[in-house]
């Protein structure tokens, strides 16, 4: 399905007086754990009351950020039956799901569809417009497409002159090809409007990458000074901070028991990731490898991921897998984040210069599917 363009006289259309997002479709999350379980017992109570069909992608939504998918599969088939299969709602949902199930081409076909779908009315939401085109771009973006997403992020911006997310977006693919000028203007344009901790880990590592570690200590330091506002103001970034603490190796057992208390209430794909990769820097590496199994339960296709995924077997002493896995992240986006990617090279660099030996050299089942195996344990 070719990808509707965003055309130029949508920038005179007013800004909608009450601007309504669409549902999430990639992490992190922005819902609170605290929120999904009273908020599945309040849409259930809503069923009953509303024909439009909203109540059943809310409780969908509900499911999915808990990790309970073939409940939230079950609300978006009714959600289907009530709105029809051309639906914007049923279009983002269908996005999400595919997303985790490693369909990213269903996926693009299904945000182009809803993209397509707001722009047949007769006034399009600029900030719907935006989410849909960011959405298609950062889709594309971690399946390698660097050309696609930036015209795509383009398109958001130009809908939404300012879009944060498109913002912070644009200033990743800036670092990916080199450019770190543009990529910290990009960032600060985006934190100027919402200092999220990811968006301000992420312009540290520009920082750092491009040979200014004090500017880089000092965004680290922010991330920090939000992650205390955010406890004191009741604003939850519990899984953003511990991806940073984990990804810069600090304060890992800390990092490790709070993915930890998140993953008891929200038992989704992207809260075991955060979870073992946690679990991984803090040095319980067979801890790091059962809830990695859980985050790939799905086949999630994510490069980061397949990245942890492999840093994990390779620190479980499973060079094989390691490479499939750290192989299969390079392959989609050799530049899938401005420093773990180094990260990523380094490591499969280092296992080519040393191979493994032939007790890792069986990890691939016959049918082709990765194993994980250890020399002392089964398969999972």
């Known amino acids: 399905m070719p990808w509707p363009r965003t055309p130029p006289q949508l920038r005179f259309i007013p800004f909608p007086p009450f601007a309504t997002r669409p549902g999430f479709c990639r992490g992190p999350w922005p819902n609170s754990p605290h929120t999904s379980s009273p908020r599945r017992e309040t849409t259930r109570r809503l069923l009953g ?41 049923v279009a983002t949902r269908r996005a999400r ?29 600029r900030e719907r417009v935006a989410w849909y085109s960011w959405q298609l771009g950062d889709t ?3 399946m390698g497409d660097l050309r696609t997403a930036s015209a795509r992020y383009d398109d958001a911006l130009m809908a939404y002159p300012g879009y944060f997310r498109a913002l912070a977006s644009r200033g990743r693919l800036d670092a990916a090809v080199g450019n770190y000028q543009q990529s910290i203007a990009d960032y600060r344009a985006a ?63 800390k990092a490790y028991l709070a993915a930890e208390r998140e993953y008891r209430n929200r038992s989704d794909i992207l809260g075991a990731d ?40 390779k620190a479980n002493g499973e060079f094989a897998a390691s490479r499939h896995y750290l192989e299969s992240a390079l392959n989609m986006n050799a530049h899938f984040d401005p420093l773990q990617a180094i990260v990523a090279q380094e490591a499969l660099a280092q296992l080519t210069r040393n191979p493994d030996d032939e007790r890792y050299a069986n990890t691939l089942s016959p049918n082709g599917e990765l194993r994980l195996v250890t020399p002392s344990g089964p398969s999972l």
């Open 49 to 89: 009351l509303d024909g439009t069909g909203t109540a059943y992608a809310l409780l969908g939504d509900a499911y999915s950020e808990l990790g309970e998918y073939s409940a939230a599969d079950d609300a978006y088939d009714h959600l289907r039956r009530a709105v029809g299969e051309s639906d914007e709602n």
């Open 97 to 125: 799901m595919a997303l985790l199930r490693g369909q990213n081409r269903v996926a693009l076909d299904a945000f182009s569809q809803a993209l397509a779908s707001e722009l047949r009315r007769l006034a399009p939401s």
């Open 140 to 142: 594309v973006f971690f």
């Open 191 to 253: 934190i100027d409007q919402l200092p999220d901790p990811t968006f301000v880990a992420e312009l540290g590592d520009v920082y750092r990458i491009s040979g200014d570690s004090g500017a880089a200590r000092r965004e680290y330091d922010l991330v920090d000074f939000i992650g205390h506002l955010s406890k004191i103001n009741g604003v939850m970034y519990n899984r953003q901070l511990v991806m940073f603490e984990a990804d810069h190796d600090r304060n890992s057992q």
């Open 274 to 313: 955060a979870l073992a990769w946690a679990a991984l820097k803090a040095g319980k590496p067979t801890v790091a490898r059962a809830a990695m199994e859980s985050a790939l339960r799905l086949g999630t296709q994510d490069p980061r991921l397949l990245f942890h995924a492999g840093m994990i077997a």
